[in-house]
């Protein structure tokens, strides 16, 4: 029956949340990383976020892994990714073999494919601000930010601490309490006064 309604819905609106698609942390910093603007990606790629996939590569996190009993390294399980890179699972970051992450150009450069995949590891942008690819061009933010474009119809959430403890909660192996107003303080990366 779920099925079918949702199949309805689909039918009837053409939209569903699983339209918009994952561009990654890279395709934000072009328009925001301005310091009169509040430098947000500077923030967030000096932040705790940024190398949340990195920290699977660690001597703690094989640790873990071993105690666990994964079958894989810390970085390749899904037990561990779904919360240190950004959409893992609903068509964001993905396991990748050596041979992908190895890939290089003619120039002997990164693909464009590791440096998309690069840009999706770690909690970046859109693991709190949603999936970017309806909202990312210059008009529709400017209609969001103005009013005139509700920010949900093209996918920009409303980060709240409800969305913090998707992740931040005692499924994590190093859970440590989460008080919102405190830790929010810690990624903040808000407009200057006066923007609004
Ligand atoms: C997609 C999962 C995810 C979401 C959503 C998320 N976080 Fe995190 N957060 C992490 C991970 C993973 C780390 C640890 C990164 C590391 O150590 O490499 C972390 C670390 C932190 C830290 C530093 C460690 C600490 O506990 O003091 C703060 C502060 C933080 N997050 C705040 C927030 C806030 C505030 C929100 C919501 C607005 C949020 N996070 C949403 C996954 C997430
Ligand atoms: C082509 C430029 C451009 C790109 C790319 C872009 N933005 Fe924006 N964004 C803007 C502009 C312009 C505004 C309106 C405020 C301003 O003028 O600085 C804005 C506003 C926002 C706001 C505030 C909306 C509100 O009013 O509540 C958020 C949040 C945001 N962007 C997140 C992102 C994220 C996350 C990405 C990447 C997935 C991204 N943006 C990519 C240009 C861009
Ligand atoms: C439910 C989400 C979630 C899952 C699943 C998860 N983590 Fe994390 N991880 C976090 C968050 C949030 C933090 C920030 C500190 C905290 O509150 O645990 C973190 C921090 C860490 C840290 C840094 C520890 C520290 O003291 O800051 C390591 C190492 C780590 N995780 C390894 C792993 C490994 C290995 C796995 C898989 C076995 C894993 N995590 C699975 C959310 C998660
Ligand atoms: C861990 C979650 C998290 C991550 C990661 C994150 N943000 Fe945010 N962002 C927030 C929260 C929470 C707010 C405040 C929302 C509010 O005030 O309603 C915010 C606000 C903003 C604003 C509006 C600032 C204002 O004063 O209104 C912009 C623009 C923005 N983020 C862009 C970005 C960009 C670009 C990135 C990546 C480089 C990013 N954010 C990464 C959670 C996050």
């Not at 601000?129 to 949900?152: L, P, Q, R």
Request: overall charge positive.
């Amino acid at each position: 029956m779920r099925i079918i309604l949702m199949a309805l819905v689909v039918l009837v609106t053409g939209s569903f949340a699983g339209d918009f698609d994952y561009i990654g942390s890279s395709k934000c910093k072009a328009c925001h990383k301005k310091a009169a603007d509040g430098e947000q990606y500077q923030k967030w790629e000096a932040g705790p976020h940024a190398g949340a996939y990195e920290t699977l590569k660690s001597e703690e996190s094989a640790k873990i892994a071993k105690g666990k009993g994964l079958k894989v390294p810390a970085y390749e399980a899904p037990e561990c990714l779904k919360c240190h890179t950004t959409g893992f699972g609903e068509g964001g970051f993905e396991v990748k073999g050596a041979d992908f992450w190895s890939a290089v150009t003619e120039k002997g450069e990164p693909t464009k494919e590791v440096k998309f995949m690069t840009s999706l590891a770690g909690v970046g942008c859109e693991s709190c601000h949603g999936a970017g690819s309806e909202y990312k061009s210059k008009k529709t933010m400017e209609g969001v930010f103005s009013g005139s474009i509700d920010a949900a119809s093209v996918g920009l959430l409303a980060p709240d601490e409800k969305l913090c403890k998707t992740c931040h909660n005692a499924e994590s192996p190093t859970y440590k309490v989460f008080v919102f107003a405190e830790k929010s303080k810690k990624i903040a990366h808000p407009y200057p006064a006066g923007k609004r």
